[in-house]
């Protein structure tokens, strides 16, 4: 089993900057692709970002692109989700996800979750 831990959440205004870390444990981190799914009131958990197991590869969700960035560091065995520009439509629960194999959109293709950390954007 693999551990995640969200941290970084909080309550911002429109404009602001907030950086998401996830930090893993009981397995490989490097082995890993990492993703950030979202959950807003109401609606269904929506794909984020995701970074590939080498971190050469990244991919977003199209309303974020040049607005947030995923990143690792193996040695620390944590991903992170630096968003900036942030709007009152950002606002959801960020969840950190890993998997062996998978790096896409699904979110059922992922094996682990973490617990979620609550981002609020005020307008």
């Known amino acids: 089993q693999m551990q995640l831990v969200e941290s970084g959440g909080g309550l911002v205004q429109a404009g602001d900057s907030l950086r998401l870390s996830c930090v893993t444990s009981g397995r490989t981190f490097s082995s890993y692709n990492m993703g950030w799914f979202r959950q807003a009131p109401g609606k269904e958990r929506d794909f984020v970002a995701a970074i590939t197991w080498k971190g050469n590869s990244t991919y977003y969700q199209n309303s974020v692109k040049g607005r947030f960035t995923i990143s690792r560091d193996n040695a620390k065995n944590t991903v992170y989700l630096q968003m900036g520009s942030l709007k009152p439509e950002d606002t959801a629960v960020y969840y950190c996800?890993?998997?062996?194999?998978?790096?896409?959109?699904?979110?059922?293709?992922?094996?682990?979750w973490g617990q979620g950390t609550q981002v609020t954007v005020s307008s």
């Open positions: 996800v890993a998997d062996l194999w998978y790096s896409g959109d699904s979110a059922g293709s992922y094996d682990y």
